[in-house]
């Protein structure tokens, strides 16, 4: 079966750092992928990881382990406008991606 | 640069009847994928095509089909429709590019369908 298991929500305070964990169990890994949704909105991609290790793109870094089926994304200095849900995601094969439920997060001032 | 575009933006049918979803991909973007997304549920996969053929489905019945055009865009069809089939439908794009393992994605705004 396929498997991705995410915090249902999480909150945090304005210039704080939060960390995302995302736990997955799937039949294939072609790389994992985080988006951003805020409400309403398209999914906005965010950051892919492949091979182990951390990825740091600007306030945004997420890592991976492939052996213990293990990501997170780590914001940092966060700001109001990063109140959204996150879904962490998963290509098993054939451009299908597995989706988390997603975190909602909450920054608040 | 145009995104992904889809119409219409709501939908309303009753149960049993069909829904047409259309899809434009980002110019130059030769895959369109489709995604449901339910209250609670994460997105869940339904079709991927790519130069006009269906190239992967997930797992939903053959009442949910759809095409690519010639000009790349996209059709999602749902026939026979049940109340559960109550969702927002994800139309995404992509470039395919030639060895890359994974595609990234780029999804429109998506269609609500409500089914009464």
């Known amino acids: 079966g396929q498997n991705i298991d995410q915090p249902t929500e999480m909150t945090a305070t304005e210039g704080a750092i939060v960390q995302i964990n995302c736990t997955y169990q799937t039949s294939g890994f072609n790389g994992l992928f985080w988006y951003q949704q805020h409400a309403g909105e398209a999914p906005t991609f965010l950051s892919y990881?492949?091979?182990?290790g951390l990825e740091e793109k600007g306030r945004f870094s997420s890592f991976l382990s492939r052996s213990k089926g293990y990501s997170y994304l780590l914001l940092k200095e966060l700001q109001m406008k990063d109140s959204a849900s996150y879904l962490c995601?998963?290509?098993?094969?054939?451009?299908?991606?597995?989706f988390g439920t997603g975190t909602r997060l909450l920054v608040s001032p | 640069e145009a995104g992904v575009t889809q119409s219409p933006t709501h939908l309303i049918k009753t149960r049993g009847q069909q829904a047409t979803l259309r899809c434009s991909p980002i110019?130059?973007?030769?895959?369109v994928y489709w995604y449901q997304q339910a209250l609670g549920l994460g997105l869940q996969f339904l079709l991927w095509?790519?130069?006009?053929?269906?190239?992967n489905r997930g797992n939903f019945p053959p009442r949910f089909s759809g095409r690519q055009f010639p000009n790349y865009s996209s059709e999602l069809n749902v026939n026979a429709l049940e109340l559960e089939d109550s969702a927002l439908y994800l139309c995404?794009?992509?470039?395919?590019?030639?060895?890359?393992?994974?595609?990234?994605?780029?999804f429109g705004a998506g269609s609500r369908l409500t089914v009464l």
């Open positions: 990881n492949v091979l182990d």
């Open positions: 095509y790519d130069e006009g053929e269906e190239r």
């Open positions: 995404a794009s992509s470039l395919v590019v030639v060895g890359s393992g994974a595609n990234v994605l780029t």
């Open positions: 110019s130059g973007h030769t895959s």
């Open positions: 995601a998963v290509n098993t094969g054939f451009q299908k991606l597995v």
